[in-house]
């Protein structure tokens, strides 16, 4: 499959510098990019819905096996690989935006740091009055630093980001390291206790300290933070206040490496033609079967030994530490795969059509998920947080997927961009670009760039929309 042009919409990531819509399409970008978004809302429901102390435990607040069956899949197939291919994007956007030259006076670099400050502006300003859990300003404060790495050779900015992936797992390492040599001192220092010797201040320390770990989440916190989500929106920002203000150097430190790590893959992987579709078939069958090969077996064990010994700690974490992050970008890498496949097989194409929409409005409807989901579950709307088990957040999810795949695409035949796309491309180029369309397109416009499935003995690859639907 090769890059398609589509002469109508708007990429939903960084597009090429043009303040009016985008000539030329990138058909796989978009796809992946709708499927993207849409995963990452399988994840973060749970910020939305249930208290933090909660997320990883799917016994808390009365879970069934239900609940531990939706954490276990999610935790396998999503849990970070939707964020990680979100970011890749990113990455993969960074490139395409510096591959033309603007048509107005401005060069490429004014463009870029105007538009990339503004995503942050617009992530600041999401994270504070709206979520904690943005992503946008992050991929800001890390978009300044990628520029000057845009002309680097595909081979190096893989490394770059490999590089940053194991950088990235020091910490973890350390900490699970940290967490056995406890675990051994504290039993050592009971042993002690049982045999009746007296114990040093030290080693009674030690036995505190392990004691806490064991304890798992607190009823008291979870309650207090339901009793704040349910309240009005002061109550919200209060607590978003308090979270912000208690994350350390350390943890932001890690957040923004993780983005940098998956960005400078997805920049790199663009060079190298992965995101475009240009590549051979069997290339990305081949890259599916080994990510998936993997990556799904060592985090479907992790996940497993997790349920089966109650989330013990010490157990399986300085695995974790070593495993998580390459098992996930494998994963991504795999479901990025797979999509392209899809494209390629030209099956589905009024879905791929659809996601494809999804994509272009991808900044759109991920604050939309926002918008909708506090609504549902905090106290200023609905007040549905912690009322919700996993099963029924499932349905949750499903319902904003089937509301942002069902208006994209009607969205997008009458007008050039999605809403916060439009926006932020007015303050990137400092004009208004063009908004509502002279006259509403066809939908099949999109449709006619997406592979169709060619029937056997003929040659309908390239039919007119609706043909091989």
Known sequence: MTAHADPEGESGGISPPNPGPTRERIL??????????LGILLMNISSFAIPEEAMERPWALGGTWLDAVVWWLTTVFFEGKMRALFSMLFGAGV????LERPSQGESVADLYYRRILWLAVIGFLHGKFLWEGDILFIYGMVGLVLFVFRNLKPGILIALGLGAMWWNMADPVWSAMELLELRSDASQAMVIREKGGELTTQEEEYITKWEEKLKGPSLEDMEE??????????????????LSAGAGFDSMADIFLDAAMAMFLGMGLYKKGFFTGKLPRNYYLLLMILSYGFGIPITAWLAGYQLATNFNPGDVDLFQALLQQPTRIAIALGHASAIMLLLQSGIWP????????????ALTNYLFQTLICTTLFYGYGLGWFGYLNRIQLLLVVFAVWALETAWSQPWLSRFHFGPAEWLWRWLTYLQKPPFLRDSPSNPGTIL???????EEGSTKANAKPGENA
Do not use: C
């Open 225 to 242: 933070e339901i009793r704040k989500r349910r309240g009005g929106y002061w109550s919200n920002y209060s607590h978003r206040a308090a």
């Open 95 to 98: 490139i395409l935006f510096t």
């Open 28 to 37: 796989a970008l978009d796809v992946v990019r709708g499927f993207a978004v």
């Open 350 to 361: 009024r879905f791929m059509a659809r996601m494809a929409s999804v994509g272009r409005m």
């Open 448 to 454: 006619a760039s997406v592979p169709q499935k060619p």
